[in-house]
């Protein structure tokens, strides 16, 4: 059962624009919570992070949202640029009593960023 | 410069054979990760080392061995009881956080 949710396999945007990308968890544990992305042959790259203690963390054109009680969060990438066109990752952390900490990975949402 | 170094950048292997995945990380990271990607598909953890001499499985762990004898190399070996071996693998590093900085991946293709 998927723990970590991104229920847009794919988002079409226009360049200057808002991407919106969002990303639905079960886990309550959760308490760290993580974005990346990724070009088609490569490794992903870390983009943003957010602790469950904040509700927002920005980064340049890159917010993350989280809202505990919908277990829910998003990435706003403004404004748009066709560069920025990629998978995006949304990827949780537990807060476990070990030392073993791994991150649970969503599908992906495949963003194009039209000129 | 610091990174996460894994070669080849591709590799083709006749079924059958064991191959061997080079992981490198000059970054002085404790964990390291191995996971594989298929098309159209997240990323699914084979193994996962948090210290140096231990190791755990991850969530598709058969088929495939590692070793952590030093901190920088985190090795994969892909066996021939891997039933489709075929994808592309990427390796992961991290400090005590939970943020992890992955190399450029290798594609593996068993023909």
């Known amino acids: 059962d998927q723990q970590v949710k991104q229920n847009s396999p794919s988002l079409s945007v226009q360049e200057g624009r808002i991407s919106i990308l969002n990303c639905d968890y079960t886990?309550?544990?959760?308490?760290?919570f993580l974005w990346y992305k990724k070009y088609p042959a490569e490794g992903p790259t870390f983009l943003i992070s957010i602790s469950s203690i904040k509700d927002k963390n920005e980064d340049g054109r890159f917010t993350v949202f989280l809202n505990k009680s919908a277990k829910h969060l998003s990435l706003h990438i403004v404004p748009s640029q066709p560069g920025d066109s990629a998978v995006y990752f949304c990827?949780?952390?537990?807060?476990?009593?070990?030392?073993?900490?791994?991150?649970?990975w969503g599908l992906g949402t495949s963003l194009a960023v039209n000129p | 410069d610091g990174g996460i170094t894994q070669s080849p950048k591709y590799l083709f292997r006749k079924e059958g054979q064991n191959v061997t995945l080079s992981c490198e990380q000059n970054l002085n990271h404790d964990a390291m990760y191995w996971y594989r990607q298929d098309p159209g598909q997240g990323l699914r953890l084979i193994y996962y080392?948090?210290?140096?001499?231990?190791?755990q499985k991850g969530d598709i762990a058969e088929g495939y061995s590692v070793s952590r004898e030093k901190k920088e190399s985190f090795p994969l070996t892909v066996t021939s009881a891997q039933k489709n071996p075929t994808a592309f693998y990427l390796c992961a590093s991290s400090a005590d956080t939970d943020t992890q900085y992955f190399g450029p991946g290798t594609r593996l293709t068993v023909l």
């Open positions: 990827a949780a952390s537990e807060n476990n009593a070990g030392n073993n900490r791994k991150l649970i």
């Open positions: 886990n309550s544990m959760f308490d760290y």
């Open positions: 080392s948090q210290i140096v001499n231990d190791f």
